[in-house]
């Protein structure tokens, strides 16, 4: 998506080859008209999804999958990041390893919100490992819930998350794919 | 707010006659057109106040923020926890009680997403003892930042936080204040 991509040319920070920051419009400050854009194109990308719910984890997905949910006129739930799983029954529970965080969380949506007639679209605004995708897609396996596809805005296409869900067969739509970063100009490289 | 307390009425359900558990529409699933609303009833309130930034704390918050953020065309910010201050200087931090979950955390803002030019409506989903918006008003503080007003969609007008921030001369505009709930029949007394 051009809109994006230039928006990280122009504000994004490349810290690393590794590491880049877009808090100034994407996950601390953030641009709604940039998330109302995005939520369009996906919008317009999974036209032929029964898509009934979208789905996300907090706390940087959540503003993203609200403007998407209201795109796409369907509620949104975002999973919760808990210090211990609770295990009374009324959750499903997974745990996921945080490489930025180095621990393991564990998180939880509550039976109520997400079951077999659910048709939904994960949304996140960042895959590079795909930890934190891995642990909401087996949440929606527990429930029976099918995923229609997964909607990332910014995929690190040199680490593994994206191309190993593919793999497995799952639409993944992400907006931007950064191929690579160069620290000492700060030029980053889009997969076309 | 009427269609804020009609919803609460239909689907919030009484834990106790301190607890309200609103997960199905507000905090865990997020009925965004819900949020449309609610942000139209700020928009209206708060027409003569020249707001250019909406401020929340993740996670609960930043949904309703960014809906709120858009109807005012303007930027949100969510301020994040975390497990230790930062003291880099980069950023605006204060300590929060959290009777919840009865621990003390960190919240951080970066001092480029909020400055003296700042005119600020603080976003969150419930108020009850006020700790954490106590919080986000040091930051806007130490900021030098404008608090316009504070927008809270569930008050719990039996806890402390809303009127003392009122008493203080804070502009809170709580869309639906609970004065009374009963846990043995479930009603729920809303303030006039």
Chains 1, 2 share one sequence.
């Not at 369009?40 to 609200?66: H, M």
């Not at 909607?151 to 739509?173: H, S, T, W, Y």
């Amino acid at each position: 998506m051009r809109l994006l991509e230039e928006r990280i040319r122009r504000d994004g920070v490349v810290k690393s080859d590794q590491v880049l920051k877009v808090d100034s419009f994407l996950n601390h400050q953030m641009d709604i008209g940039l998330f109302r854009a995005m939520a369009r194109q996906w919008r317009q990308d999974f036209a032929d999804a029964p898509i009934n719910k979208v789905l996300t984890i907090e706390a940087s997905g959540i503003g993203i999958a609200a403007v998407v949910a209201e795109e796409f006129g369907v509620p949104a739930v975002f999973a919760k990041k808990s210090e211990s799983i609770n295990i009374d029954g009324t959750y499903y529970a997974t745990s996921v390893r945080s490489f930025t965080h180095q621990r393991v969380y564990s998180v939880i949506v509550s039976t109520r919100f997400l079951g077999p007639d659910d048709h939904v679209l994960v949304i996140d605004d960042f895959m590079a490992n795909g930890c934190a995708m891995d642990g909401l897609l087996q949440i929606c396996d527990a429930a029976g819930a099918t995923v229609e596809g997964v909607g990332i805005a910014i995929e690190k296409g040199f680490q593994p998350g994206g191309d190993r869900l593919r793999q497995r067969g799952i639409r993944v739509d992400s907006l931007a794919i950064v191929e690579s970063m160069d620290p000492q100009t700060g030029d980053i490289t889009f997969r076309d």
